[in-house]
């Protein structure tokens, strides 16, 4: 009885080491493979190259620079992960970027601060912050009634993706005449003129990427930057997104209303939609009716 007791642990001894050169053998030759096949893990993940040239409204970003180019690549690599909303960015801007563009164009204020949007409020009307800014330009309260935008109970202009760019241009052109430049000019949008022109006074110059700001407007420009490179070069950086897929600008009509249209949930039933719909193109409007002695202007979808 030993005699066979220890014939088993010794058999059993070696069916153990066979099993774990079985295993080795088994993973050399899964690494081999991967090195002949070039298959990768599952969670690899490729940092993206950095451009080698960037610009802002026509003017250069000294991306060469160490600090420049770290702060450049830390905000790039947030967003660039973050394909879910990248792609959705995509899509939407299809449908915003022509309205926002051409009421830059209009204001005379370079293109590149449609992305000024985006590091805003994604292009979401009903964007909200905990201070209280609002819409697609995040304006204030005080400042949107400096900038002629109405908010009230029943309206809020800063939700209208038209006035409230006209509103934002007026802005910039303001920050473009006191700083001279227009990165500058978007830089303050952040933290205001007043803000921007105080780190100015004490620390001799204009140039946003030699001033030290407040760490939101230090990241605020190579946020704006990162947009702006991956959505010119989105193909190339792997976002593949169909003209298919993407938002359209929906056709539609204007209708002149004032106070005296009434309930606008009529408004909305006599023209075949609901009052969802009716808030869905033109988010600007917050009750059921409008307020007195001003006129509105409604966008309404053609029927087909």
């Not at 070039?38 to 160490?66: C, D, H, M, W």
């Not at 110059?205 to 946020?223: A, C, F, G, I, Q």
């Not at 808030?279 to 409008?290: A, E, F, H, V």
Request: with cysteine; charged share 20%; aromatic share 14%.
């Amino acid at each position: 009885m030993k005699n066979a007791g220890g014939f088993v642990a010794f058999f059993s001894r070696v069916l153990l080491t066979l099993l774990i050169l079985a295993i080795f053998s088994f993973m050399n030759d899964e690494k081999q493979m991967g090195k002949k096949t070039g298959a990768v893990p599952i969670n690899t993940f490729y940092a993206p190259k950095l451009p080698q040239q960037l610009s802002f409204a026509g003017e250069p970003v000294p991306i060469t620079r160490e600090d420049v180019k770290e702060k450049f690549d830390k905000e790039f690599l947030k967003i660039y992960f973050d394909p879910g909303n990248m792609i959705y960015l995509i899509k939407l801007s299809n449908k915003n970027f022509p309205v926002i563009e051409e009421r830059l164009r209009a204001n005379g204020v370079p293109d590149d601060f449609k992305y000024l949007c985006i590091a805003e409020s994604n292009m979401q009307s009903w964007a909200a912050s905990k201070a209280g800014a609002v819409g697609y330009w995040q304006f204030m309260p005080s400042t949107a009634s400096g900038y002629g935008l109405d908010h009230n109970s029943l309206v809020d202009e800063r939700r209208d993706l038209q006035k409230a760019t006209d509103a934002a241009c007026k802005f910039f052109i303001r920050a473009y005449k006191k700083f001279g430049n227009w990165t500058a000019a978007a830089a303050s949008y952040n933290c205001g003129m007043g803000g921007y022109n105080s780190r100015v006074t004490a620390q001799h110059s204009t140039n946003y990427y030699d001033l030290d700001l407040p760490e939101e407007t230090n990241k605020y420009m190579h946020r704006i930057l990162s947009f702006k490179y991956i959505l010119e070069n989105a193909g190339s950086l792997g976002y593949i997104v169909p003209d298919s897929l993407k938002y359209t600008v929906p056709e539609t009509k204007i209708m002149e209303v004032t106070s005296a249209a009434g309930n606008l949930n009529q408004v909305a039933e006599e023209n075949g939609i609901s009052y969802k719909e009716l808030q869905w193109y033109n988010p600007w409007i917050k009750g059921y009716t409008l307020p007195a002695n001003k006129l509105y202007h409604l966008m309404l979808p053609v029927k087909k």
